[in-house]
């Protein structure tokens, strides 16, 4: 076989699509907080996120390019396109059956997409959220690839302790959500299965993104031209297209579905296939999905009557010295609302903004952040207090958010918001069911919203709602267990002090 | 600065590995410090054999010959490598036979323990051992360790007594102890052993040949002291323990507010010419690893002793001592001491006054005084209250304790010191989650105010973590 020829643009794009899916991808397992600063670009140029910000400079960039280049967006800054490429790479080296050119699932696709415009307006968000590309990639990422990342590193933890070096430290790897491993499992499966035997099959049939820029890129002013009077109609550039969109027999490129990846170039030894130039009609289509929608949240009923479990190692007398109390894990109380983070304004404009691509639950450096399980807000984030709590001048979440749903937060400014307030559950209280003084929560409440009263059984806490800012600081610090006696209830708008 | 998650901590999974056992036993180990005795810098083929017969004796009140180095029983090797102290684990038998037996061949003979050492192990484990010896080759001594109050009575503290008898495999006992007066002060004394008759039956034990030396184990400040030796005439103590170390002899009210110096304890026992039992020669393991200042002092002077040594000197150095106990987790704790004990070789005063000035030293630094004798533990909310204070204490001695934003050593003495902590104390079993119940306060020989000194330190971390 002649040695392959290798086409500038092609590696151009290789070369590019790997530093960006790379980086953006360390950005999601760093839990140091390290990256986030330099690299949280790379999240809020994703096309969706974009738009749920209301980031116009960035949408009108996005589809500029598109419009001149075509769909490049898809196979350099997509993480998931890329991810699917290099599956198909595998694919390629090790499969005789290439691609056959098909046509375009047009009223799929169009369907599809309108569907998951829909979904987003009326306020169904985490059942389109499911297919949205950037969002599939970081749940994968955190889900799946993150605790490994964590793994190693915890390995190398305890090899550097062991030798006394301070190079690499523990962090705590455990499921945040069991649904979203799931959900972040199935889509792997999917993309896997569907990449591997029909290339870009999936982000020319069912991804939003990738239907909304078809509409751009089918007039894209550079693309690849098939020159007929060169074609010997060897249909090599037909069996490399991941996109199925060469029409050799008509010298036709279908420019929706084509995602300019290059490989055609390369592999056409009569260079009857150059990406250039081609005259086209413009037009731009809109896109405005700045989404309006009623979604009425359903009320939990919170008795919290099921925390009457005892929850507490109960002091014991010590006949002997040594050895640990045992210590049951913290439970997740029900709260009636959940607990969003400072800067996602409300309940409605948090659900309406968020993606769930996860990126915050990978950089909050508390745990708090975790994907909710509920139907409604699916794996969007929401915050729990059983591994750390919300640090009053910690905004990193907000720091970090593509899509605008947790709007930026000063440092300063943490302390003044109220996400949710604290509320005290008198029979898990451990000054009524172990008789001892305690006090945990208001010691550590860092706005000082907690004060002990007196009352007949005991001093007990006593919460200022209108101080309190939510940081779960006293539910985490709460020794009763596996409920803590003292929760923090979400408020459906966030509050300012 | 980012802020390192340092919320997160000792995970599950290290638990749970087969290997993270091991893991972290030799990180608790040589982090916490506190396993009584010297350090491991001894190379046998360098140092040469351990004599058999060099060993130290002194003569008790009946003329027992009595080795000046006496095996502290509470501090068993478990199967996971670390001590029973710290660990969950079990016992390892095997290796305390092989500790006693390498102890009795080179001249060890008095072994201490008590029902509450090694969560009421240690009895069992150290008869175990002792039973495979003739019965006239060793001293066996141990306590009536009845601190709960439902062991107040007699029958309990009786069987408490009896229990000792049957684990130990013996019908008599050497050396027994009235575990910790001083702690809980006078109240405390009669309500354990005089108002319910304890005390009057192991006078009666002793007449009967039971018990062949009685004495108690003293924690506490002067006035209490001299009561209990005003009780002399009554009891006729044959032994007394305290707590005796080259910073406790003149410094023990800076180190502790409620304890005493055992300068004044060990004279007024002399006056009485009652022998003297030593615990801490190391101050909870602290006087094994000094600061750089003391360090360099004493090996400039012997090179190749172990910092120990010098602690375990001082204290055998009085001639009214009869023995000090070290608790020897490991082998090579046991070799060190058995190379300073024999042969035992007394301080000069040029060599007393070095160790007073390094006692000086000592206490100038803001450490806790936690001896990690555990009688805290197990705290009823988790808290692991002798990790927290070793951890700490380690961070002072090795200076990366640094509050000063401006000191350019801050940035990497707060992450190695934030790293430490959370690498040593499990995240929910950190100083945050002490709710000053106060049950802990009583148990602490020490005195500590432990809730006081939890608080402190979160407060030190949490600033830290802020950055």
Known sequence: ?497 | MPIMNLNMNRREFIKTLSGGALLTGAALTTACGSSESGSADISSAALGDIPTDKMEYRRGKHGERVSLLGYGCMRWPTVAGTSARESDSDIDQAEVNRLVDYAIEHGVNLFDTSPAYCKGYSERATGIALSRHPRSSYYISTKLSNFAPDTWGYKQSVDMYRRSLEYLQTDYIDFYLLHGLGMGGLENFRRRYVDNGVLDFLVSERAAGRIRNLGFSFHGETDMFDYLLSLNDKYDWDFVLIQHNFVDWHHAKQVNARNSNSEYLYTELEKLHIPVFVMEPLLGGSLASLNQYATSQLKQREPQRSVASWAFRFAGNQQGILSVLSGMTYMEHLQDNLRTFCPFKPLSDEELEMLERIADNYVSYPLVPCTACQYCMPCPYGIDIPTIFATYNRNINRGQVVTDLNDPAYGKARRRFLIDYQRNVERERQADHCIECNQCKPHCPQHINIPKRLNGINQLVEKLREG
């Open chain 1, 1 to 497: 076989m002649a040695k392959k020829r290798h086409n500038v643009l092609k590696v151009l794009r290789v070369v590019s699509a790997v530093i960006f899916c790379s980086l953006l991808t360390l950005m999601f397992l760093d839990f140091t907080g390290t990256l986030h600063r330099y690299l949280g670009w790379m999240a809020k140029v994703q096309l969706l996120p974009a738009i749920l910000a209301l980031n116009v400079g960035v949408v009108v960039v996005l589809l500029l390019l598109t419009l001149l280049f075509g769909r490049v967006y898809c196979s350099v800054v997509c993480p998931l396109g890329v991810m699917q490429d290099a599956v198909a790479h595998v694919s390629g080296k090790s499969r005789r059956h290439k691609y056959h050119p098909s046509a375009a699932h047009n009223v799929l696709r169009y369907t599809i997409l309108a569907v998951f415009v829909v979904l987003m307006l009326v306020g169904l968000q985490s059942i389109a959220l499911l297919i949205a590309p950037y969002s599939a990639y970081g749940r994968i990422v955190q889900s799946l690839l993150a605790p490994l990342y964590a793994l190693v590193n915890n390995g190398l933890a305890a090899v550097a302790e062991r030798v006394g070096s301070y190079a690499f430290y523990e962090t705590e790897v455990w499921l945040r959500s069991g649904l979203t491993l799931g959900i972040a499992l199935v889509t792997l499966a999917v993309l896997v299965v569907i990449s591997y035997r029909r290339g870009r099959l999936w982000c020319n049939t069912v991804c939003p993104v990738g239907g909304l820029l078809s509409l751009v890129s089918r007039f894209s002013l550079f693309a690849p031209v098939i020159d007929a009077d060169k074609c010997t109609h060897c249909r090599a550039c037909e069996r490399s297209c991941k996109a199925e969109c060469i029409d050799v027999d008509n010298a036709k490129v279908d420019t929706s579905r084509c995602v300019t990846c290059m490989n055609c170039l390369e592999q056409c030894r009569f260079s009857a296939i150059k990406y250039q130039w081609r005259y086209a009609k413009s037009s731009v289509s809109s896109t405005s999905a700045d989404a309006q929608t009623d979604t009425s949240r359903r009320k939990f009923v919170t008795t919290a009557a099921a925390l009457t479990l005892a929850g507490v190692a109960s002091a014991q007398h010590k006949s002997t010295d040594g050895g640990l109390a045992y210590i049951e894990k913290k439970r997740v109380p029900r709260r009636a609302v959940s607990v969003k983070p400072a800067g996602s304004v409300s309940l409605r404009h948090f659900s309406d903004h968020c993606t769930a691509c996860q990126l915050c639950v990978s950089a909050c450096p508390s745990q708090v952040l975790r994907p909710s399980g509920n139907v409604l807000t699916l794996m969007q984030p929401e915050m729990g207090f059983e591994h750390g709590y919300c640090g009053e001048h910690c905004t990193r979440c907000s720091e970090v958010c593509p899509t605008g749903a947790i709007q930026p937060v000063k440092a300063e400014e943490r302390e003044l918001i109220q996400p949710g307030k604290a509320v005290w559950i008198r029979q898990n209280c451990v000054v009524l069911t172990d008789h001892v003084s305690c006090g945990n929560c208001a010691k550590h409440c860092p706005v000082h919203a907690i004060q002990m009263v007196d009352t007949p059984d005991g001093q007990v806490p006593a919460v200022d709602e209108t101080r309190c800012i939510g940081c779960g600081k006293c539910e985490y610090l709460c020794p009763a267990r596996p409920f803590s006696a003292i929760y923090v209830e979400g408020n459906e708008t966030h509050q300012n002090i």
